[in-house]
């Protein structure tokens, strides 16, 4: 146990923590350990971030995907969902709305696709949100394109891009993707990003069957040496219409014990990377309806992705199982996640960005050493 603490306390002052080390703060001995974790990442992000959350609005925009991930339940051979693609004027209107209601950026979210018709349409969108009169950030999540395409959409007006790799680890990385997804390619992806001057994020699926701590300990120094400003992890959640879904159901108290183990990797993640943006995702909210995004935060999160898409869309946008608000107008959302952060003493950041702190340092760093 004085193990543990010993490391705890290096971490908060800042101090680099080996892979066995960081393997140590997953594994807290009691609650009263795994309390201190969350408050000491709690307290360094209220000391980098403030008390308060930078609100993105989500917007699913397409379920359509050439991909076939053994756990994602848009994958291309999954026949059950209805596809669709959300009209221009559509994906605006959303838009509009999440710069009604203050939120300082939107997440455009898609099926992965290259084809020449969709890199159009996704500058297109850009170029129409970036005409409101709201300054929204941008954040993509649309998959591995080229450099070109990147820096088209980068131009276009997107100044974030989240590519999740889903494991750092290349073996656990093979078996729960096919064939066509590459390992290496993914991580090129990533560089590509960076190249293109995007706020680069990344991330993970936590409780992976097959997956041991100390594969999430090396993903967080995965994180550090990839220099990512933005992270956006969180419980694997089996879907049914998928092979991993099907292969390994879900026990009693599997899914609680992944959403423990996420948010200590949330915590975890917050000490050794400090400066980065780190996503509450709905992951956790599908296992904690009434508290999982808050508990997010209170170890040491600072991002939350509410839902602005069209409501009769979310149902053919389930990723997982038990994908939470599919039938709540985003208004309701808008009232019921402001209420819930006061409860726990923290506000909504309205009408800002909420860039990630190390994304600038990282352009200053690379300034100089050019």
């Given at each position: 146990m004085d193990g543990f603490y010993r490391i705890l306390e290096k971490a908060v002052s800042g101090e680099f923590l080996a892979v066995p080390e960081i393997t140590v703060l997953l594994c807290p001995p009691d609650e009263a350990a795994e309390k201190a974790l969350f408050d000491a990442a709690y307290q360094l992000k209220c000391s980098i971030c403030g008390k308060v959350v930078n609100l993105r609005g989500l917007i699913e925009f397409s379920n359509i995907c050439t991909r076939d991930c053994l756990y994602c339940g848009i994958r291309r051979s999954n026949p059950k969902p209805h596809r669709y693609t959300m009209s221009v004027n559509e994906i605006v209107e959303s838009a509009v709305l999440a710069g009604e209601f203050g939120y300082g950026s939107v997440v455009l979210q898609s099926g992965e696709r290259s084809d020449p018709e969709f890199v159009d349409m996704v500058e297109e969108i850009l170029c129409r949100i970036k005409e409101l009169p709201f300054e929204l950030g941008i954040?993509?999540?649309?998959?591995e394109e080229s450099l070109e395409t990147y820096q088209r959409w980068r131009r276009a007006g997107a100044t974030r891009y989240l590519l999740r790799i889903e494991s750092s680890d290349e073996a656990l990385f093979r078996k729960i993707?096919?064939?066509?997804?590459?390992?290496?390619?993914?991580?090129?992806a990533l560089r590509r990003l960076q190249a293109a001057d995007f706020q680069t994020g990344s991330g993970v699926m936590i409780g992976l069957p097959g997956q041991s701590v100390e594969h999430l300990a090396a993903d967080v120094d995965f994180f550090r040496q990839m220099d990512l400003d933005m992270i956006g992890m969180g419980p694997f959640l089996p879907q049914e219409d998928t092979p991993l879904g099907q292969q390994y159901p879900d026990l009693p108290g599997d899914a609680e014990k992944r959403l423990k183990l996420s948010l200590r990797m949330i915590a975890v993640t917050r000490l050794v990377l400090r400066d980065v943006n780190i996503a509450a995702t709905t992951a956790l909210q599908a296992i904690d309806p009434a508290r999982g995004r808050e508990r997010?935060?209170?170890?040491?999160?600072?991002?939350?992705?509410?839902?602005?898409g069209n409501v009769s869309r979310r149902k053919d946008y389930q990723l997982y199982n038990g994908k939470p608000s599919l039938d709540e107008n985003s208004s309701e959302i808008r009232e019921k996640l402001t209420a819930s952060l006061a409860e726990i003493g923290e506000m909504p950041r309205f009408n800002e960005p909420g860039d990630p702190l190390h994304y600038s340092k990282r352009k200053l760093l690379k300034k100089i050493s050019d």
């Open positions: 954040t993509l999540s649309c998959g993707h096919p064939a066509d997804a590459v390992y290496s390619e993914r991580k090129a997010g935060i209170l170890a040491g999160a600072n991002v939350i992705m509410p839902n602005v």
